[in-house]
């Protein structure tokens, strides 16, 4: 595949990242889900990690949107985070929420856009996506230990917030997650882990890109 054709392709699959952004906002805001889906009421769905990246992915898109149609440089350093970030909770979804609270409840809604359909796009967009009119952009290799900032501070964040406020009880909970159903420090080294397998998607990411290209 050629540079021009790669170009194409990921212009389109952009266009639908963002579609499927606003699609899942939509959903997301207006139509009240159940607890236990992982799918909260209206703007208290933003204490996800799995809706906050997509959300932001969703932003990047637009940005390189932007930049496509003034003929500009992708800024694919926060293509890469936010694309590791969306590929992080198509992970995560299927290696452990999924068997944890049901697969079939996890793709319901919103969330069929939020953990599904948006990060496949999103990630193909990515390898496929050249950087640059003139040549593909080189990804460094560094970069991909950026991917694991995010994580680092939403976990900072979620297990503050269980330390200083509690665990709670379902369905009223500050780890809505379930990382702590089994302790802190499993819950550390289950974030550490998630710190990992981003940095291990972004390395992923970054092959088979160059490979593509």
């Not at 992708?74 to 697969?103: C, D, E, R, S």
Request: hydrophobic residues 55%; glycine residues 10%.
């Amino acid at each position: 595949m050629n540079i021009e054709k790669n170009r194409r392709i990921a212009f389109y699959l952009n266009i639908a990242v963002i579609v499927f952004a606003v699609a899942g906002t939509i959903l997301m805001l207006f139509f009240r889900g159940q607890g236990d889906e992982l799918l909260a009421e209206g703007i208290e769905n933003y204490k996800y990690f799995t809706v906050l990246s997509n959300e932001i992915c969703g932003i990047i898109a637009v940005v390189s949107l932007v930049q496509s149609l003034r003929g500009k440089p992708q800024p694919m350093l926060a293509k890469l985070m936010a694309t590791a970030a969306v590929g992080l909770t198509f992970l995560v979804i299927i290696g452990f929420l999924g068997p944890l609270y049901g697969l079939l409840k996890m793709y319901r809604g919103a969330n069929f856009f939020f953990h599904l359909i948006l990060p496949l796009t999103a990630m193909a967009e990515f390898v496929l996506c050249p950087g640059d009119a003139a040549e593909p952009v080189t990804i460094p290799f560094w970069w991909t230990f950026l991917t694991m900032i995010p994580v680092a501070v939403y976990g900072a964040f979620y297990l503050g917030n269980c330390m200083i406020n509690g665990i709670g009880e379902w369905p009223h909970t500050n780890d809505f997650y379930g990382f702590l159903n089994w302790g802190l420090p499993v819950g550390l080294a289950i974030f550490a882990g998630i710190m990992l397998a981003i940095w291990g998607i972004a390395c992923v990411l970054r092959a088979v890109r160059a490979r593509v290209q």
